[in-house]
């Protein structure tokens, strides 16, 4: 037997838990009524670190969380939408043979025009 919520308490319940991840992710993993809400809290804000290494080629390469935050982005876009603060770190490094270019790179670009940086 599923029990209807009105959305006015599936709101307050998730915005009273909205500086505890865990439990958000919980709530997140319980049910689907309440995704959007805590989407808007968990992607608020995003901290991205950006490697940048000084070669001919000029490379990009993403931290391993951030490349899966754009993943999951390249994946559902409508979590890009809950993005309302974005920090890149660019950090130079050394050329390394694992340093690649991100294919999800473009994701941040999409969201730095809808945030209108």
């Not at 990009?60 to 982005?73: G, I, Q």
Request: charge should be positive; charged fraction near 25%.
């Amino acid at each position: 037997m599923m029990i209807e919520l009105p959305q006015e308490l599936v709101e307050s319940i998730v915005d009273h838990l909205s500086d505890d991840t865990p439990a958000l992710v919980s709530l997140l993993n319980a049910s689907r009524i309440f995704g959007g809400r805590v989407r808007t809290h968990l992607y608020r804000r995003v901290d991205l670190v950006v490697n940048y290494s000084y070669s001919r080629s000029s490379q990009y390469a993403l931290s391993t969380r951030s490349e899966r935050f754009l993943y999951l982005v390249s994946s559902a876009p409508a979590i890009g939408d809950a993005v309302m603060e974005l920090t890149c770190d660019i950090q130079p490094v050394r050329v390394k043979p694992s340093l690649r270019f991100s294919p999800y790179w473009k994701h941040v670009r999409d969201i730095v025009v809808r945030l209108r940086l």
